[in-house]
């Protein structure tokens, strides 16, 4: 089994400081690990869940994924972040399954882990992340 474990669910949202406070309110929610990913125009807020994560997620620019996303969709569930131990070797799998890679290799992620993209056409309507953890 390559999936060791749901990584982070990610959601999008406008205003990423009133979905902080909204997760610290309704559920007591502390913010475990924040930052900017300059490369997918994103600013991410992470609480910790057990050994997995929810991450809220809302653009830096214009251009962004997620931008593009709320525009279309509005906010709401964006992916679903799966835990690898080896994101090559998944992302070959996942190709090799049928499925259509966004990233042909696995590149940097947030939290200084590596990541590949998986196109929801490919994956029954989902966006895949896999998740590889620094060594």
């Known amino acids: 089994m390559l999936l060791k474990q749901v990584d982070h669910i990610a959601i999008a949202v406008r205003d ?3 979905a902080i406070d909204y997760y610290a309110r309704a559920f007591g929610a502390e913010v475990h690990h924040r ?5 997918d125009g994103v600013e991410e807020a992470l609480v910790k869940l057990g050994e997995s994560y929810l ?3 809302t653009p830096t620019r214009p251009d ?4 593009v996303f709320l525009e279309k969709r509005g906010e709401g569930l964006h992916h679903v972040g799966y835990r690898v131990d080896d994101c ?3 992302l070959a799998a996942v190709v090799a399954a049928g499925g259509r890679a966004i990233d042909e290799v696995p590149r940097p ?3 200084g882990t590596t990541v590949a993209f998986v196109h ?3 994956s029954f309507g989902t966006l895949i992340e896999l998740v590889q953890e620094p060594a």
Request: net charge neutral.
């Open 16 to 18: 990423l400081e009133a």
């Open 35 to 39: 930052e900017v990913v300059e490369r």
């Open 55 to 57: 991450q809220l997620t």
């Open 64 to 67: 962004s994924p997620i931008a």
């Open 88 to 90: 090559a070797a998944a």
């Open 109 to 111: 992620g947030s939290r």
């Open 120 to 122: 929801p056409k490919g």
